[in-house]
């Protein structure tokens, strides 16, 4: 599993470098950097409307063959992702909310804008403190991430590369998915999970806590033809999240009270630590 997940994931750093290239952060599209809704790690604020892309969250007691899950997988076409730097391009540049007038400049975008209001978004997100029992880290190369998942697992861990993966592409985003087979539990001592983050190039916001964490893949078909190999984790212990992180308007539950279930968008990466033989 390890060589065929870390495969995958070296083709999908491949094409977008290959695509851009590591020094195409200045001439990226700049209609591909849009404000998502709050992934699980964000620090949501309160609002009385859920989110259609908030649609990702669920119990353990959801997880069985044949349950109908609404889900929501969006589509990205790699073509459109933002660059990848190599680290000596990512740490040229300067990575920090109050630099965020100089970044503007560099990047040529103008103040206010979907671009500047996103870029904010992560800048902030990523300099908020990690909670009790987690660390965390923005990761602006490939190299930086690697070196935090060996920082977490240790130098002389074995690890697996999972991502959810679309075998047939769904019409709709959000779509109500079947559980086809039997969820795979893969049991692990450790995690660290990696969200992309909408950024002028590829940032991902990694992060580990040390409370218990369950991880599957699940086979899905969604009632629009859309076929995914998902892969989902969930958090036993949620006692130390923000009361408005966004899966608790959705399961309608307070922190601590149960633990929290969530798919993986395509572009979002799990390392798992190999459990020692």
Partial sequence: MGIRFALKIFLFYFLLINIHGNDGAREMNKNVLR????DHHAHAHPSSRIDPSSMVFFTLNDLKLGNKIPIYFPMKDPSSSPPLLSKEKANSIPFSLNQLPYLLKYFSFSQNSPQAIAMEHTLRECEIKPIKGETKICATSLESMLDYVHET???NTEFDI????HLIKSKTNLDNYTILQEPKEIHVPKMVACHTMPYAYTVFYCHSQMTENKVFVVSLEGDNGGRVEAVAVCHMDTSQWSRNHASFRVLGIEPGSSHV?????GDNLVYVATPVK
Avoid at 261 to 265: A, G, L, S, V
């Fill in 153 to 155: 697992f240790g130098l």
């Fill in 162 to 165: 999972l991502s959810t993966t």
């Fill in 35 to 38: 404000l998502p809704s709050m």
């Fill in 261 to 265: 279930c969530h798919f993986f968008r």
